[in-house]
């Protein structure tokens, strides 16, 4: 089980009833998604810890114009790209991603009509546990594979030495789970 006093010396800048927002639904999803060993946890923790700003940030701070039209992402009515821009603890971004998450969490489409659902911790969490479990991190992380983690979320390398830092961090400080 994820502690706060554990996870509070991995994101010392982030004020304790942040975190406490997100240690219960962290307990429960991980392990739904099979995030459930100390290497996937702390895989998991450094690249959502990076994703979201240290838990400051479950809405991109861009506005989502820039995915606008984006066939790739589903966004195919004007408009998409704002209200898909990308929201929980990795962002999720587009249509297609919102419309195949609400279907595989909700067995409905309510993130289509209520996309800031995702901005909720509970939901903010479980999106990322999905997606996780969706472009099967759980493997590369079982191979200690933090580069191709990064590709797998991020198309490329930004931010991976943030990512590093704080997977260093979540090793010396996460112990049990």
């Known amino acids: 089980m994820l502690k706060l006093d554990e996870l509070k010396k991995v994101i010392q800048t982030t004020p304790t009833y942040t975190i406490l927002k997100f240690i219960d639904p962290l307990n429960i999803c991980m392990p739904k998604y099979g995030i459930n ?3 996937r946890v702390n895989h998991f923790l ?6 979201s700003g240290a838990f400051y940030h479950v809405e991109e ?3 989502g114009k820039y995915y606008e039209g984006r066939k790739d992402l589903g966004n195919i009515h004007p408009g998409d790209g704002v209200k898909f821009k990308g929201r929980g603890l990795i962002q999720i971004t587009g249509r297609a991603n919102y419309s195949k998450l609400s279907a595989d969490i909700f067995n409905d489409q309510r993130l289509i009509d209520y996309p800031e659902i995702l901005e909720k911790p509970e939901y903010a969490v479980e999106s990322a546990c999905w997606f996780w479990k969706l472009k099967g991190l759980n493997q590369l992380a079982d191979k200690d594979d933090l580069l191709m983690i990064t590709k797998k979320i991020n198309g490329g390398t930004n931010g991976l ?3 590093k830092m704080y997977y260093q961090l979540c090793k010396k400080f996460i112990l049990t789970i």
């Open 37 to 39: 060993t100390i290497l």
């Open 61 to 63: 701070i861009a506005s």
């Open 161 to 163: 030495q943030d990512r």
């Open 46 to 51: 450094a690249q959502i810890i990076h994703e």
